[in-house]
């Protein structure tokens, strides 16, 4: 067929102009769930470049690898023949359970947080996104509530996550399945709930501090830097050899001390073994930073607004 | 929330008054924004900014009320219907226009199944359809700005204030963006508030207008009624001006230099004869010569 033959254009593209939204709109609701969506994924990365995805599983990644390790000392052990269940006539050797777990993790967990809480937060003040969020129909409470869960969800995430592991790592490496959990069951309400504590403190105190600055790296040195303060502040107070119940209470300025043995303690019923201070002192602590942390946050955007 | 009907004004300020300190922002601004395009006037310090945070529900008046579309400015109904483009940098570099504006769809109450069709629709509207998977970081500047305008629109407002939207454009950038805020209240049917300094902008664009001075309401009308034309003749000459003003004087006719015109008030036939042979007499070369129409910036001086 030559050009000449070809047959005449008969189709015409027509724009069809503006068209009127007229779908459902479904206000504070979405807009609540869109904020908190979008915080989980951007903790993550997801949806993001390969950077922003590398650093909080380069983080989170050994807190689950470490449960995976406990359920296969565990279970090595039960294969060569000790019994891993305490109830069923005691341990031959002292196998780390779910306390020395949250030991071991905490310290990964609170870098996590100084990673991905500045990232909910620092950017949208940076690059003054958060104007366009506050004309829309969402309040200052919807905004920091949603960024406040969001690293919530993926603390209590990293905290629990390890421990789920290493309880059903266990639960198939014994071989008696089904006695197994019906013994340890106990277990799980326990560091749910210390995970839980773990991550409404951590994330509240993150989040304060993310919030006295719009860039996210410096935010995350101060956590850090807070983080390691405490701990020397702690270690360099006990050089002095002070009474015991005194360098208990001075024990409850290291955050990690605090993160990693005292709450846990309390949760798994351990703590009135070792310690003189009476339980409620680090509880109402705890309490007293969560809530600080908390009224400092509201403060400084109800300034910045 | 307020139903709004063709009776019921986009935005009401009743007797606004905003204190920062001792620092008085508005002063008992009371006006009313209607359908089309609303020009809030006024130099720097006028209080138009402080009259839109109060209106987007971001600061409280100190005294009297802003209501949007007959609601109170914290009315959730009411803000998924309210759009802002601000003044400053918005954006996220590192995201996509098409993800920027879906997120924003979202959080403006659209079901995620809808937002990204809108948000791409709405690119397209504002000419960044091609573009709209790149990072935002990488836009020029007359991009940005179409950004911005595009994530108040995404919702598909009744209503849009925009902060100076020509801000940082060139002359091109600027009229394109002029163009494209006519569309969207002609074709679009969203009603624009623009609030800026630049009269030219407000008379190239805008129905009507509030002018804003020291945090009072110095003028509030329609455009036509303010530029209409004057009883005064306006003659520009390219040359020999003043011997063309002397000439006029010469034969009682009352006048006023003006750069390079001369204006002249009541002409009547016998004055136009005279005009006429001062102009031959005075050899001046006619550039134009008709009706003074009153420019804005009129406005300005008289206040």
Known sequence: MTTDQQPERTGTVFDIGYQSYAGEREGRRRAWKTMLWDSVKNGMGIGRGGWAKFLPWLVLSPTIATGLVFAAIGAFFEQIGFDVDETEGGLPVDLPGHLELTAVISFMILIFAAFVGPELVCP?????????????????????????????????????????????????????????????????????????????????????????????????????????????????????????????????????????????????????????????????????????????????????? | MAVSNSSTPLLEARNLTKLYGNVQALDAASFTVGPGITGLLGPNGAGKSTAIRIFLGLTDATSGSALVMGADTRDFEARTRLGYMPEHDCLPPNQSAANFLTHMAEVSGIPPSRSRALAADTLRHVGLFEERYRPIGGYSTGMKQRVKLAQALVHDPVLILLDEPTAGLDPTGRTEMLNLIRRIAREFGISVVLSTHLMQDVERTCDNIVLLDLGRVKESSDVKSLTEETELIYVEVANNRDRFAAELTDRNIEHASEGIAVSIPDVDGAKYDALRDALVASEARLVRMGPRQRALIDLFRSN
Do not use: K
């Open chain 1, 124 to 305: 949208d003040r940076r690059n003054r996104v958060i104007h366009l969020y506050f004309v829309r129909p969402i309040t200052m409470f919807d905004y920091l509530g949603a960024r406040w869960c969001a690293l919530f969800l993926l603390l209590l995430a990293a905290s629990i996550l390890p421990h789920i592991t290493y309880w059903i790592g266990l639960l198939f490496g014994v071989g008696d399945s089904l006695g197994h959990a019906q013994d340890n069951w106990l277990d799980i309400p326990r560091f749910v709930g210390n995970g839980i504590v773990f991550a409404v403190f951590t994330t509240s105190l993150t989040i304060a501090i993310s919030s006295m600055t719009d860039r996210r790296m410096i935010a995350t040195l101060i956590v850090i830097g807070v983080i390691m303060i405490s701990t020397f502040a702690e270690l360099i107070v006990n050089l002095f050899e002070l009474q015991e119940s005194i360098s208990e209470l001075i024990a409850l300025v290291n955050l990690i001390d605090i993160n990693a043995n005292v709450m846990p303690s309390i949760f798994f019923g351990t703590y009135n073994e070792s310690n003189d201070l009476n339980m409620f002192l680090p509880i109402a602590w705890v309490a007293l930073l969560t809530a600080g942390s908390i009224v400092a946050t509201w403060s400084f955007y109800s300034r910045q607004r």
